[in-house]
Structure formats: C-alpha cells, structure tokens
C-alpha cells in the first residue's frame, strides 16, 4: 500500500524558513517524480516545486530563490527547504508521487498518482 506522509508544516512569521518532509512507502521511490503543492481555500491547486528521477527540479515563479526541492532515494523521502517566507505562502502543503512528470504537471501512468494528506504552512506577517 503506497504511502506518503508529510511533516514539518507549522506557524512561522514572515522571513522565517521550514523544511517538509514526505516519507514514502509502498513503491520504488527512486523510479518515481516527486513534487510539492499547495492549496488555498477558494483557489485552485498550485504545484511548488517537482524533481523528477534524474533529479531535475522545476520550481513555481512564486516560489523561485526561496524554495528548495530535494530527495533522498536510499531513505524514500521528499524534502522542501523552504526560506524568506511570505504570508501569501500560508496554504496547505501536498506532497504527490507519479511515474513522470512535466514540468510542474504530475503525469498519471496506469492509475499511478499518489497523494499525501498534506502539512499546514501559515505564515504571519
């Protein structure tokens, strides 16, 4: 059964920095694209940031110099530095595993997409 759980999520006022984990289990993690995204209530989802299985990363604009993606295949965890946080950065954060991906775009393979229950991330100003 695929997992993926997230953690590190919390308050934080503005120019502070946190770090979310997804601890993935269930699946070859090395073999899939990893990413981050964030919801606000009202809004459409927002990808933050991806890293495919080669480890090329693509970043939303918004989060561009800020945010950092990362993995760590041996321990089948996610990671997302985030630094200089902004009040408009306050959302829930998602982490989602697929066999690919496009850019910021999750590419469903055989049914294969995968969906943590997500951290909460609020920033104050």
């Not at 946190?18 to 809004?43: H, N, Q």
């Amino acid at each position: 059964q695929v997992q993926l759980v997230e953690s590190g999520g919390g308050s934080v006022q503005a120019g502070g920095s946190l770090r979310l984990s997804c601890a993935a289990s269930g699946y070859t993690f090395s073999r899939y694209c990893m990413g981050w995204f964030r919801e606000v209530p009202g809004k459409e989802r927002e990808g933050v940031a991806t890293v495919d299985r080669g480890s090329s990363t693509h970043y939303g604009d918004s989060v561009k110099g800020r945010f950092t993606i990362s993995r760590d295949n041996a321990k089948s965890t996610l990671f997302l530095q985030m630094n200089s946080l902004k009040p408009e950065d306050t959302a829930m954060y998602y982490c989602a595993a697929a066999p690919a991906c496009a850019g910021l775009f999750m590419i469903r393979v055989s049914g294969q997409e995968y969906w943590g229950q997500g951290t909460q991330v609020t920033v104050s100003s």
